[in-house]
Nanobody, 120 residues
Framework: QVQLVESGGGSVQPGGSLRLSCAAS????????MYWYRQAPGKQRGLVAS???????NVADSVKGRFTISRDNAKNTVYLQMNSLKPEDTAVYYC??????????????WGQGTQVTVSS
């Protein structure tokens, strides 16, 4: 069994910053890609950023230049540094990871989500 636990969400004024963390734990053999998604009220969940096991990153055009994804493989943790936040960044943020367990099966796991609210 593998669990993803997010932290770091909250409320911030426009222009502010937040750093989200997502730690994976459990029967982990290897973690492949790690991802951040977000879902605003009434909208579909969408991919914000991704990072491969070797550190290759991609971010959505809507957050390019403001958000940075990184990971610490020793801690099985992925981060999302969010700067210059805008009201339209308000959403529930979810982490996702492709994990190979100690049984060598590869599955996709989701965190529980963390709320980010950007408002004056």
């Amino acid at each position: 069994q593998v669990q993803l636990v997010e932290s770091g969400g909250g409320s911030v004024q426009p222009g502010g910053s937040l750093r989200l963390s997502c730690a994976a734990s459990g029967s982990i053999f290897r973690i492949y890609g790690m991802y951040w998604y977000r879902q605003a009220p009434g909208k579909q969940r969408g991919l914000v950023a991704s990072i491969s096991s070797n550190g290759t990153t991609n971010v959505a055009d809507s957050v390019k230049g403001r958000f940075t994804i990184s990971r610490d493989n020793a801690k099985n943790t992925v981060y999302l540094q969010m700067n210059s936040l805008k009201p339209e960044d308000t959403a529930v943020y979810y982490c996702n990871a492709a994990v190979q367990s100690t049984t060598r099966q590869v599955n996709n796991y989701w965190g529980q989500g963390t709320q980010v609210t950007v408002s004056s």
